[in-house]
């Protein structure tokens, strides 16, 4: 241990809450050096919804790297990347009538956001981008500026412009939708027309919050009244997060671009892409540049990953049925300790519960590490405790994962009553 304390930068953050080291992991299961099993509530906040080492992306994987596959190919054309496009084309957009060009960006979410920007300024002309309350976006300089979370933006060292931030559903009891409205009506509203939006359809950082499909409607008709591209970050929300592939499908919504990460390469490795309307297709050649774009490993996992759980509708009701168990879970949960949580948060397997402060919701995520699993907070002051396992875990290992959950609150509530008498 002394050796991260020593040598590594204090910018490692999950450590500090998980200090042990781990040496391999499996399924939703991570092992440390000392033997110890955690269960995996956290999933590399959302990069594995797989879960770790799955075997068939594993496998595929292997079977590539062993013919002496590609392994980094700059943006060159590899048979990897046709495949991951063509599995993308055939199982992901075309049943779901979407039509969008992909733009592989650096290998990061934060990279694909600013991406998705440049290109709306470019498209547009305008410079003005209207993020929204609790929205996290990633922490280059760009992406930066739409992200809300102070820790994040103190780290800038510099001014961050080109935003303008509004109410998200539900924030503050403000209707930041009508408000959005009349700015964009008054001429003297300060508000310079933006050249697009950019949310999340269920926040991840900010606390799970979700946006209702009328709220997304109304922002898509205003989006489109206006002219207004509607950007949807589903680094984290999307690839099956919510139940569906995208976070936005029940709205029936159509962004005019999407960004994804995390989970899209499958398989853990760094990938992203930015979907885009092809009438916005406006790049000149290398003008967005990466040296990682064509992570080949990451294709390969992609591609697998779509075909092995996009090409029916098993995976959308495995994830169906184990967002109920969550939120059977949470409901009991709220009601047996009123003293400890507020409500609900999230849907699908986004799923989370807020609790009165940071410190009760720390407290629990503690004591559940205590009992053997691993499970982060999100939200402005860290309240919300996030179950975030990989969706492809069972009936019994969730079960076992929200057991420890439950015992670890009625300990955190039975701790608190001690000490308030
Ligand atoms: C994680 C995340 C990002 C940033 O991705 P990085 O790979 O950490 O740069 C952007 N947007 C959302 C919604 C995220 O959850």
Request: charged content about 20%; proline content about 3%.
């Amino acid at each position: 241990m002394d050796i991260f304390n020593k040598q590594e930068s204090n910018v490692k953050s999950y450590c500090n809450s998980f200090p042990v080291v781990f040496t391999s992991a499996k399924g939703c299961w991570l092992t440390t050096e000392g033997g110890e099993r955690y269960i995996d509530f956290l999933a590399g906040a959302g990069s594995l919804n797989y879960g770790h080492n799955n075997a068939v992306l594993k496998k595929a994987l292997m079977d590539y790297i062993d013919s002496d596959g590609i392994t980094h190919g700059l943006d060159m054309h590899t048979e990897a990347k046709a495949a991951f496009l063509t599995a993308l084309r055939n199982h992901i957009l075309e049943p779901r009538q979407l039509d969008y060009k992909v733009q592989f960006t650096g290998p990061t979410g934060t990279n694909a956001v600013e991406a998705a920007m440049k290109l709306a300024r470019k498209v547009t002309g305008r410079t003005n981008i209207v993020a929204f309350t609790n929205g996290f976006h990633g922490c280059t300089m760009g992406a930066l500026t739409a992200t809300g979370n102070q820790h994040h933006r103190g780290g800038a060292g510099m001014p961050l412009f080109g935003t303008t931030r509004l109410p998200y559903e539900g924030y503050a009891d403000i209707d930041g939708l009508a408000l959005f409205e009349t700015m964009l009506n008054d001429n003297s509203s300060g508000l310079d027309k933006p050249a697009a939006v950019l949310l999340e359809v269920v926040q991840g950082e900010g606390g799970l919050n979700v946006a209702s499909n009328e709220w997304l409607q109304k922002l898509r008709k205003l989006c489109t009244k206006h002219n207004i591209l509607m950007i949807v970050d589903d680094i984290q929300a999307g690839c099956g997060r919510t139940g569906t592939f995208f976070s936005f499908e029940p709205s029936g919504i159509e962004p005019d671009m999407i960004t994804l990460s995390k989970s899209i390469g499958g398989y853990g490795l760094p990938m992203a892409v930015v979907l885009l309307k092809p009438e916005l297709d406006k790049w000149s050649p290398g003008e967005h540049n990466g040296t990682f774009r064509g992570n080949n490993h990451a294709f390969i996992t992609a591609t697998q990953a779509i075909e092995s759980y996009w090409s029916n509708d098993e995976f959308e009701n495995h994830i169906a049925a184990r967002s109920k168990q969550v939120a059977k879970t949470i409901e009991r949960t709220l009601k047996k300790l009123p003293s400890l949580f507020v409500q609900a948060k999230g849907r699908g397997m986004m799923q989370g519960i807020e609790c009165k402060n940071g410190d009760i919701a720390s407290a629990i995520s503690d004591r559940c590490f205590e009992k053997g699993m691993v499970i982060e907070t999100a939200g402005p002051n860290d309240e919300v405790v996030k179950f975030f396992c990989p969706l492809t875990i069972s009936e019994s290992e969730l079960e076992q994962g929200l057991q420890i959950f439950e015992q670890a609150a009625v300990d955190i509530a039975n701790k608190l009553t001690r000490k308030a008498s």
